[in-house]
């Protein structure tokens, strides 16, 4: 004789939840998008979660996997409003991360900002509803809202509207100090992720007096708005002191992630030689941080393995560093610029250390200008102690 349990869960029909959407990349899965966290399945899981999304919904005689899927929010009892996409298998490699520039606009002139001069250029709506469409319908994961500042953009809240459209995770680039004074929750994301680069003297040095107080507002609002919040610093000699106490704060406030870099020496910060810092100064401060951070790559590939920016002009890059490098145009199709994006083998970098895996050859626009084309990450060098 069955236990009431299970035969009260053979009778129970369940749908695929609210924040999971099936994603078809080099393998199967299915992706919690308010959890970021991505579950790869074998084939019979994929038709379960599969047959999830119909009208009649699904069922199971394995009590330990429906209850496993209901811990991990991947399925409900209740039919999601929001549709599942159809389904189609993403090229290989998948494009999981699409950096969205939506305007070069900005409020602030950082003295490190890779982009020298605002040309106030911003993509229109059809373009970004176009290029949204076409990001879920490769199976896209994370959106990253960047610019400038994308608040600026002249139809932003129009932006914002359109978002819950679309079945994937949703990050806002955001200096802070554009955001709403009241109601944030009217923000359809479910990250925000804002600069901070250092404590109050050194950030402000580096961003313009009295941002620090209203960057730390604008992460304390934010996370008592619910949503989760990420921090990304950039090293410069002026915050060498504090990663210690950014450490403290960002762990004391529930941050998500933190992430540490150094600034490419192009845009602003070829005219500011007080803030560019050495490989052997500032690599040693790349071990800092936590959390997941926000890319992944691939066994024996480089960074960027599975990101492509669109700038705010249309045109499509490796990353926005390679901006004048372009792909192509989003007019074009994005898959089609994606096609022509080529990933970086390890194997091809002259880069023969242990940490190879581990480093994956840092940034490779960084090591360019560096090393040349197939050359080190110097700073990352640095942090690991390679001569």
């Known amino acids: 004789m069955i236990g009431l349990a299970t035969w009260y869960n053979n009778l129970m029909r369940y749908f695929l939840a609210r924040d999971a959407a099936l994603k078809w990349l080099e393998t199967p899965a299915v992706y919690h998008i308010?959890?970021?966290?991505?579950?790869?399945?074998?084939?019979?899981?994929?038709?379960?979660?599969?047959?999830?999304t119909s009208e009649k919904g699904c069922a199971s005689r394995d009590s330990?996997?429906?209850?496993?899927?209901?811990?991990?929010?991947?399925?409900?009892?209740?039919?999601?409003?929001?549709?599942?996409?159809?389904?189609?298998?993403?090229?290989?490699?998948?494009?999981?991360?699409?950096?969205?520039?939506?305007?070069?606009?900005?409020?602030?002139?950082?003295?490190?900002?890779?982009?020298?001069?605002?040309?106030?250029?911003?993509?229109?709506?059809?373009?970004?509803?176009?290029?949204?469409?076409?990001?879920?319908?490769?199976?896209?994961?994370?959106?990253?809202?960047?610019?400038?500042?994308?608040?600026?953009?002249?139809?932003?809240?129009?932006?914002?509207?359109?978002?819950?459209?679309?079945?994937?995770?949703?990050?806002?680039?955001?200096?802070?100090?554009?955001?709403?004074?009241?109601?944030?929750?009217?923000?359809?994301?479910?990250?925000?992720?804002?600069?901070?680069?250092?404590?109050?003297?050194?950030?402000?040095?580096?961003?313009?007096?009295?941002?620090?107080?209203?960057?730390?507002?604008?992460?304390?609002r934010?996370?008592?708005?619910?949503?989760?919040?990420?921090?990304?610093?950039?090293?410069?000699?002026?915050?060498?002191?504090?990663?210690?106490?950014?450490?403290?704060l960002f762990r004391s406030m529930k941050i998500k992630d933190w992430t540490v870099d150094v600034p490419c020496l192009t845009g602003r910060l070829k005219d500011n030689a007080d803030f560019q810092v050495l490989p052997e100064e500032g690599g040693k401060y790349l071990g800092y941080g936590f959390g997941g951070g926000l890319h992944s790559s691939g066994a024996g590939f480089g960074c960027g393995l599975h990101l492509m920016s669109v700038l705010a002009d249309g045109r499509a890059a490796k990353c926005t560093f390679y901006a004048d490098r372009a792909v192509g145009s989003v007019d074009e199709g994005l898959r089609t610029c994606w096609q022509r994006v080529r990933p970086v083998p390890l194997a091809s970098l002259t880069c023969d250390c242990s940490y190879l895996e581990a480093c994956r050859g840092g940034c490779r626009f960084r090591a360019e200008l560096l090393s040349g084309k197939n050359g080190k990450d110097l700073y990352r060098c640095a942090l690991y102690g390679i001569e």
């Open 34 to 52: 308010q959890n970021d966290e991505l579950y790869e399945l074998d084939e019979a899981s994929f038709a379960f979660f599969e047959s999830c």
């Open 222 to 248: 934010a996370l008592d708005a619910g949503f989760d919040v990420s921090i990304s610093t950039m090293v410069h000699p002026e915050n060498f002191e504090d990663f210690d106490g950014m450490e403290r």
């Open 64 to 220: 330990a996997f429906l209850d496993y899927s209901l811990e991990e929010g991947l399925i409900s009892t209740e039919r999601s409003p929001v549709p599942q996409p159809k389904l189609k298998k993403a090229p290989a490699p998948s494009l999981r991360y699409l950096e969205l520039q939506i305007t070069d606009a900005c409020n602030l002139r950082c003295k490190h900002c890779y982009i020298e001069d605002s040309h106030n250029a911003e993509l229109p709506l059809d373009r970004i509803r176009l290029v949204l469409k076409e990001f879920e319908d490769m199976q896209g994961l994370r959106l990253l809202i960047t610019g400038g500042e994308p608040l600026l953009h002249s139809a932003f809240n129009d932006v914002n509207a359109m978002l819950p459209e679309f079945s994937f995770r949703k990050i806002l680039f955001t200096n802070g100090l554009a955001l709403p004074a009241q109601d944030l929750g009217g923000l359809n994301v479910h990250e925000i992720q804002l600069s901070i680069d250092g404590l109050e003297k050194a950030h402000d040095a580096l961003r313009g007096q009295g941002t620090f107080t209203r960057t730390i507002d604008a992460a304390t």
